[in-house]
């Protein structure tokens, strides 16, 4: 039998169901997201709105997001994904 304990260490840490129902209630719709980090040139990366909120058939939450400067770009993420501090931050005055 294989050990997978080092998989769920403290460099991997879990979420409980109820940080991740508390992180998926934060998320509105009308917020404004940005990537962390700049673009390939150095500019600030696109801002993203989150557009809408659901719920899939993998009993996870999604949101919907719409890039600001351009409403045609659209993609989805994770509840998770859009939360993770080391990926996105919600704009300054959106707080």
Request: no cysteine; hydrophobic share 35%; charged share 20%.
């Given at each position: 039998m294989l050990d997978y304990q080092w998989l769920f260490s403290a460099n991997f840490p879990l979420d409980s169901e109820a940080a991740l129902a508390r992180k998926a209630s934060e998320v509105?719709?009308?917020?404004?997201?940005?990537?962390?980090?700049?673009?390939?040139?150095?500019?600030?990366?696109?801002?993203?709105?989150?557009?809408?909120?659901?719920?899939?058939?993998?009993?996870?939450?999604?949101?919907?997001?719409?890039?600001?400067?351009?409403?045609?770009?659209?993609?989805?993420?994770?509840?998770?994904?859009?939360?993770d501090r080391q990926r996105y931050v919600l704009e300054a005055a959106e707080r």
């Open positions: 509105r719709v009308g917020q404004r997201y940005r990537e962390v980090g700049t673009s390939f040139l150095g500019s600030p990366t696109p801002l993203w709105a989150v557009e809408g909120i659901f719920t899939s058939t993998d009993s996870l939450t999604y949101v919907r997001l719409t890039n600001v400067a351009d409403p045609s770009l659209r993609k989805t993420l994770s509840t998770k994904a859009l939360t």
